[in-house]
């Protein structure tokens, strides 16, 4: 599998129709090619129809948003219609929770399915009908080996499978069979519904797979009204040509099932929809498997689907991860053929972007030392200000006191700095943001010998950003808040949940929950905020010199603030040095 790594990539964009042509205007791909060849010979009269068809056994990944771009990008872009349908054929492991935050998370990307919301299991009963079809014309027969017989009858990639002494079975005795297993008279597991292929077959799938299996088990939808239920194979190709799919975009797990998703509707004599793979979207640092961020969740390993450290789009949304950045980021990765592992820095760095234009800027000190300034009087307060956002004055202004005691961040001071430190150290300078150059006169510690607080002095001719004239310009520059008026908050600071980029891989070795990053949370209990903040609960925030921060939509209220660190200024993981310098 290919790995891409981290690289400033051109922005494209999924484009819109050329009102004088009636042509899409965007970036090709190899999909947009079918779709445009199919045009222009009128093939299904030009209509593009697609769908986005998850299973509600868990909640969707990034990848899943990858597909959603794609099949709802393709019908917006075409003029025509993306399906929601949730692939409902498993009842043990499906639940109204995960349908409801499935249209949550496609809406919230910015999509929307309109009146076209459909379930697989709308169709148990045409599925069941054209079952009895192929029954009829000697092409598929119960069998009631065991499920290990079958498994071991379907031979390897070198050899070929063996023939079912089921196989043989006459019509009426398979429709009689089936007709029963419909009405509940045997236990699960006691025989499944096969089509009739080519045990001989080089493609496995084709290797008379199974089309039902009994499961006495309640439907989230249907409830007990059936016993027998579809499997994927057989239920995915109907369920397209009932809803009229023009082209039935799927992962590349699905290239050697497309010549069964053909089979079934050429002997059924249906509408055939044109079934087109693409690759898949794998994440480096974290697992996109639902069975593993089920354990994850399950085992508490995270604190549940939408933990913001879960590559789940409601993690990503709880962290403070916009809907536009994650279109941006699908949009950048493209649609290809071959499988690659994508760097996390590619997905952070769209977020970035984003936010870069949006988020308000605030100060704030995380791990705070105080600061008195020991030649500012003890009454003195000074009003300072700066702008919400520097790019976009109309945003407005924000202010701030200046007092004689401010707090500023543990990372902004060292005893025995190097030389390239442009921070504060003993007798050293550096300016407070939009404020005055002090110098650090004294250090006091506590008695463990850590730094409580450092006594300065500032120069009250460099106040606004001023160096006078005669005096040489300070390089470095801090942030800091006023110790009187600061906000206390807490702060939560996410970081990859693997500490490997590829958990539990080969190269790796063992269960890939031994990768877990034991750091992957911090939560700060104690930070500063810079005063007179009206904190919108729904907006972003750049920290200045820190991060972007989302207030976290569970935990956080207008009197009690919990901030989610949405990413870094910059990948911390890829560059040296200290993170905010």
Not at 76 to 90: A, E, I
């Amino acid at each position: 599998m290919q790995k891409l790594m981290p690289k400033r990539v051109e922005k494209t964009f999924q484009g819109s129709m050329n009102t004088e042509t009636n042509q899409p205007t965007h970036i090709t791909n190899f999909i947009r090619n079918i779709i445009d060849a199919d045009i222009q010979l009128n093939k299904n009269e030009g209509r593009v129809i697609t769908r986005f068809p998850p299973e509600p056994n868990g909640f969707l990944h990034i990848g899943h948003a990858k597909s959603i771009c794609i099949n709802f990008g393709l019908a917006r872009d075409y003029g025509g219609r993306c399906h929601l349908r949730f692939d409902d054929t498993n009842p043990t492991k499906e639940e109204d929770e995960y349908v409801s935050s499935i249209k949550q998370d496609v809406k919230w990307l910015g999509f929307d399915w309109g009146e076209h919301l459909y379930f697989a299991s709308d169709y148990f009963t045409q599925m069941y009908e054209h079952a009895v079809t192929l029954v009829k014309k000697g092409l598929a027969y119960v069998d009631d080996s065991t499920p290990d017989a079958i498994r071991s009858s379907r031979g390897t990639l070198t050899e070929s499978g063996k023939e079912s002494p089921c196989r043989n079975r006459t019509i009426e005795d398979n429709l009689d069979l089936f007709s029963r297993m419909k009405n509940g008279e045997f236990p699960d597991g006691a025989m499944v519904l096969r089509a009739k292929i080519d045990m001989s077959s080089p493609n496995i799938n084709l290797r008379d797979p199974v089309m039902y299996r009994i499961l006495h088990a309640s439907h989230h939808r249907t409830g007990d009204r059936w016993c027998i239920y579809p499997m994927y194979d057989w239920a995915h190709g109907i369920e397209d040509s009932i809803e009229g799919i023009t082209h039935s975009i799927c992962t590349l797990e699905f290239e050697d099932h497309r010549p069964l998703y053909d089979w079934f509707l050429k002997q059924l004599g249906v509408y055939h929809p044109q079934q087109i793979e693409f690759a898949r979207l794998n994440l480096n640092y974290t697992v996109m498997s639902k069975r593993k961020l089920l354990e994850l969740v399950n085992e508490k390993h995270v604190s549940g689907w939408d933990d913001p450290r879960l590559p789940t789009i409601s993690g990503f949304r709880r962290r403070g991860y916009t809907p536009e950045s994650i279109r941006l980021f699908c949009d950048r990765l493209g649609v290809g053929k071959k499988d690659a592992i994508i760097d996390m820095s590619i997905l952070e760095d769209c977020v970035r972007e984003d936010l870069d234009v949006k988020a308000k800027r605030v100060m704030c000190v995380l791990d705070p030392i105080k600061v008195v300034i020991t030649n500012w009087p003890d009454d003195k307060l000074e009003e300072l200000g700066a702008s919400i956002h520097p790019k976009t004055p109309e945003m407005g202004r924000r202010s701030f006191m200046m007092t004689r005691e401010v707090y500023i961040d543990r990372d902004d001071f060292m005893l025995d700095p190097p030389k390239n430190f442009f921070r504060l150290g003993p007798k050293r300078q550096v300016r407070l943001k939009y404020a005055y150059v002090i110098t650090c006169d004294e250090v006091i510690k506590d008695t463990s010998g850590r730094v409580i607080e450092l006594r300065c002095t500032y120069d009250p001719e460099t106040g606004h950003g001023k160096t006078p004239e005669g005096k040489k310009k300070v390089k470095g520059i801090i942030h800091w808040v006023s110790a009187p008026h600061a906000q206390k908050v807490e702060v939560r600071l996410y970081d990859r949940l693997f500490d490997r980029p590829n958990p539990g891989g080969d190269q790796d070795g063992g269960d890939y929950k031994e990768h877990i990053n034991p750091h992957s949370l911090k939560v700060i209990g104690t930070a500063y905020l810079e005063q007179g903040t009206d904190i919108n609960l729904q907006a972003h925030y750049q920290f200045e010199r820190v991060g972007y921060f989302f207030p976290d939509p569970k935990d956080s209220t207008k009197d009690c603030l919990v901030f989610n660190r949405v990413v870094t200024l910059r990948d911390s993981w890829g560059g040296e040095g200290k993170q905010g310098a």
